[in-house]
DNA sequence: TAGCGCTGGTCTCTTTTTGAGACCATCCGT
DNA sequence: ACGGATGGTCTCAAAAAGAGACCAGCGCTA
């Protein structure tokens, strides 16, 4: 019935999606655009998509995160399903992150949004300076 | 040489242009993104894709938001360069905000993103019911 | 055997971001 | 003279994010 790219809703029915036709209070596509929008939840996500990595490995691949939100937002993409959680019985155990089918399912579209800012990054950045060069 | 949709990126290719080649310091695509990733701006840039908005009509239009975020947020939209902002010498005077070609240009990858979430808003939900259950 | 580093976290404190709501000047219609 | 509509700004409280100290358990090595 949907195929993924093809078969896109109207400009209106996509608004429709965003608002819930009315229901601000609870409308579920704002709830998981919202949980993916995070600071870093699209990063990881594309480093997950690459391969499993360990907890300690993301910190190190992703230096500009703290721990704490490192902790977090990956606690945050297991609670909505996105990212499994494996603790391995080592000394000291180590835990290994890997995204679910759910979660992978997310790498085509988040993927064309980045591929959008990066042929656009440099319009943005124009845009930018003239604005600024007005203010 | 890059159609929009096919011709893909690799896992790691898209990896590599959100970090920048590692580079995390200045990196243009996290930067896009970041812009793009507020809370209020892909709902604003949903609505304004269908029709140019007048102030008052938004701010109606998307009842939780707060007239200070709706300002804000219309201020940073077009300081990247996604919104055209016309003020008209009516009394009062009444402002229209609408798409610029660059703001429209972002519709399709973002629709992309929000038929996902339509999709899979379901599943979502089902994995949170799990997770909590089990804590 | 005493220190040291690695594992994956948590706890606390500060700064930043967001939200709620009052306030504002101007004009119009009544 | 007054209420409503225009598009904002200002202040203060709450929430989120960042920085960095701290923790237990084990292995290694001096």
Redesign the interface.
Known sequence: M?S??FN??S??E??K???NGGN??DC????????????WS??LV??L??KPYRFGELRR????ISQRMLTQTLFDL????YVHREVFPTKPPSVEYSLTD?GR????????????????????????K???ARI
Chains 1, 2 share one sequence.
Do not use: C
């Open positions: 949907d993924k790219i896109l809703k400009k209106l996509v608004y999606a965003m608002t601000f209070a579920p596509v704002r709830d998981v655009i919202q949980g993916i929008n995070g600071k699209s990063l594309m480093a998509a690459e691949l992703v230096p500009d297991q609670r909505d399903g759910l399912s997310m790498f085509l579209p988040l993927q064309q949004l980045v591929q959008w800012a990066e042929l656009n990054h440099d319009a943005v950045r124009e845009a930018r003239a604005f600024d």
